[in-house]
């Protein structure tokens, strides 16, 4: 039984249709994730589910009940900004009352109630500061007590830790994280950032333009992307995305890239997916992340199936816990991921492993993914 | 901060070989300014030593002199007896006149602004800006456009000649400034403390009075002192639209100053118009630090 619902929802400002058509939905203690790249009416989304906004077309419902018209303090939602959004002439405690002091909640009530939030985010010694009193970390703590003591049915999350600092944001992840599996409250969370994204939802929706591009778990968008776009924006770094011909092989078809200076590579697909064989004889985009290319001490054993092939590698990065090197093929650069200490030199050519088992096809026209 | 615990030696005999044109560049810089302030001080230094003089001692001509008997005759008698118009009132029915219009009159133009403020930057609707532009249009009319148009409206209301009648001329004329100074503090003032404040179910009112105006203070002291300024210097409506018993001070001292009859009193007339220019230089000394401060904040936040 799913919680929150969004059913064909449409948004417009004048004549622009921000949001088009989505239908998303959400079970109980879930976590939604929405990502994307900016202005793709992520946070335009999250403020209709909000009540900020009005929306044009459709539905939403939370819990079963339907909310288009209800006020925002009638959805029983709590929200926390990206600029956090705390009153600056009321201190930290005033700040995460202040709703039920709008609802006439006796005072010994509320203060019950700012205590307990205030123990759980460790923040009881500032209860008496004025946020401008307070570093960037402890704000963020502030606006996520002021949604807690809400004790709401649906979190909504505009970008919370896009002001902060690297070290913190993932700290502060981690925390969201525990708080989430704590209090089992669901969560719909907005963020341009994918590892945000991967690390923390139990569903992501990907939008672009106001479509939604693809909704699914973390390891369904990582895995199976349903177009290069969400092949491309999910991921760090970016999935390879290499155009290539399908060609017939000995044993059934097979994969061609051109490369600089050197013969086609041709790789042949043991278990190709059903739609390819349509495009024999067609150029194709051919999908393989950097962790399925690798070299060949570091290939996954257990993969159905892998090819082997010989590469002029042009750059070696190394980052500590892996080593990234850089190939040319079907006319650009493609990262292979490397253990940390595979001995590859620029300059030179080295053996590739490619997971093909974990590999995907798009139609160049299309975009979309062959299947 | 670092610089200057880094300061080494070479650096400080550097440093203070620049300081020498800096110091006569300085002492120029306050020799000028202080010319200047004497210059603008002198009038105020004129009328306050010639209204502590008797009126021969004027007469004798020195104006630049300090009073040799000194009396605060010229004051009590331009405050209680001096004849303006027909009534041996002084000026102080008028100076009540004064505060009785301008009080509201600021008080209500205030609070309009604020609201309008509020609503066209953070509840804005269709035709938002081409309301506030036509609100702007309305700093931009000259006082002797509305003169008649305002006469008949009066009229209309049973207003004519009554201090509630200044008060609302005023408070029409003043909310396009009102208007002009809130909505552009509101509109650099955060949006999504008002959504925040909407889903913790605080009501339009709510919202205003709780989270923007406590955060407002700079622009109100702009407000009220622009507004006090203008109202209590008005004359052209004072003398348009006042009858006898809604005089305003401006009026009453002109009045005062140049009746036609018996001796001219400069004493008085100094006298008189010190009282009727301290209630702006009361305003301003008291908040003249938020005035500053107030036009330059939103220009730069954090």
């Known amino acids: 039984m799913s919680f929150l619902q969004i059913i064909d929802l449409e948004k417009s400002f004048g004549n622009v249709q921000v949001l088009k058509r989505i239908n998303l939905e959400i079970e109980e203690g879930g976590f939604l994730v929405l990502v994307g790249p900016s202005g793709c009416g992520k946070s335009t989304l999250l403020n209709t589910i909000a009540g900020l906004e009005p929306i044009t077309a459709g539905e939403i419902r939370i819990g079963g009940r339907r909310v288009n018209d209800l006020h925002p303090s009638k959805r029983d939602i709590a929200m926390v900004f990206q600029s956090y959004a705390l009153y600056p002439n009321m201190t930290v405690a005033q700040n995460i009352g202040f709703g039920m002091e709008i609802r006439g909640v006796p005072k010994p009530e509320r203060e019950k109630a700012i205590a307990r939030v205030a123990e759980m985010l460790q923040i009881d010694h500032l209860l008496d500061r004025k946020p401008s009193q307070l570093s960037g970390g402890q704000r963020q703590r502030v606006a996520m007590g002021r949604a807690l003591v809400r004790d709401p049915q649906v979190f909504l999350f505009d970008e919370p830790l896009s002001n902060l600092d690297a070290k913190l944001r993932v700290d502060m992840r981690t925390e969201i994280k525990r708080l989430h599996q704590r209090m089992g409250t669901t969560i719909v969370y907005v963020t341009h950032d994918q590892i945000e994204a991967m690390t923390l939802a139990s569903k992501i929706a990907v939008l672009k333009d106001g479509v939604l591009q693809q909704f699914g778990t973390p390891s369904e968008i990582y895995n199976n992307p349903i177009n290069t776009f969400v092949a491309d924006f999910m991921g760090s770094p970016a999935m390879n995305l290499i155009p290539a011909t399908i060609t017939n092989g000995a044993g059934g078809l097979a994969i061609e890239m051109e490369r600089p200076s050197a013969p086609p590579v041709t790789l042949p697909l043991a278990s190709p997916p059903k739609g390819l064989a349509a495009y024999k004889g067609r150029s194709v985009i051919f999908g393989v992340r950097p962790e399925a290319l690798t070299d060949p001490d570091g290939a996954d054993r257990n993969a159905a199936s892998i090819a082997q092939t010989e590469c002029f590698i042009e750059v070696v990065e190394p980052a500590g816990s892996d080593t990234f090197a850089v190939t040319h093929l079907g006319g650009k650069g493609v990262i292979a991921r490397l253990r940390a200490d595979a001995n590859i030199q620029p300059g030179t050519t080295a053996p590739l492993t490619f997971n093909l088992s974990k590999s995907v096809f798009f139609d160049p026209e299309t975009e979309n993914r062959i299947l | ?302």
């Open chain 2, 1 to 302: 901060m670092t610089s200057a615990v880094s300061q080494g030696p070479l650096e400080a005999s550097r440093a203070s070989s620049t300081v020498a044109p800096n110091r006569l560049a300085r002492a120029l810089i306050y020799a000028a300014l202080i010319l200047f302030a004497i210059y603008y001080l002198l009038p105020l230094y004129v009328m306050l030593v010639n209204s502590l003089k008797p009126l021969d001692e004027i007469r004798q001509g020195d104006m630049l002199s300090l009073p040799m008997a000194g009396t605060i005759e010229p004051w009590l008698k331009a405050w209680a007896t001096a004849q303006i118009g027909v009534q041996p009132t002084g000026l102080k029915p008028y100076f009540m006149n004064s505060i009785l219009m301008v009080v509201p009159a600021v008080f209500i133009s205030t609070a309009l602004g604020a609201l309008n403020g509020y609503v066209l930057t953070k509840w804005t609707f269709r035709g938002a800006d081409i309301v506030f532009g036509l609100m702007l249009l309305a700093c931009f009319i000259p006082f002797q456009i509305v003169l008649i148009p305002m006469a008949r409206m009066l009229g209309i209301l049973g207003l004519a000649g009554t201090i509630p009648g200044l008060v609302l001329v005023h408070v029409v004329y003043g909310l396009g400034f009102t208007t002009l100074f809130f909505r552009n503090y509101y509109a650099a003032f955060p949006s999504e403390l008002v959504k925040a404040a909407q889903i913790d179910g605080a009501s339009f009112f709510q919202i205003f009075r709780r989270i923007l105006l406590p955060s407002s203070g700079p622009i109100i002291v702009v407000t009220v002192i622009w507004q006090f300024t203008n109202i209590w210097n008005d004359f052209l409506f004072g003398a348009s639209f006042a009858s006898v018993d809604s005089i305003p001070m401006t009026v009453a001292l002109n009045n005062l100053v140049s009746s036609s009859t018996g001796v001219k009193e400069y004493n008085v007339h100094f006298a008189g118009a010190i009282m009727a220019a301290l209630p702006t230089l009361i305003v301003y000394i008291v908040s003249g630090r938020y005035f500053v401060r107030g036009l330059m904040a939103g220009a730069v936040k954090g």
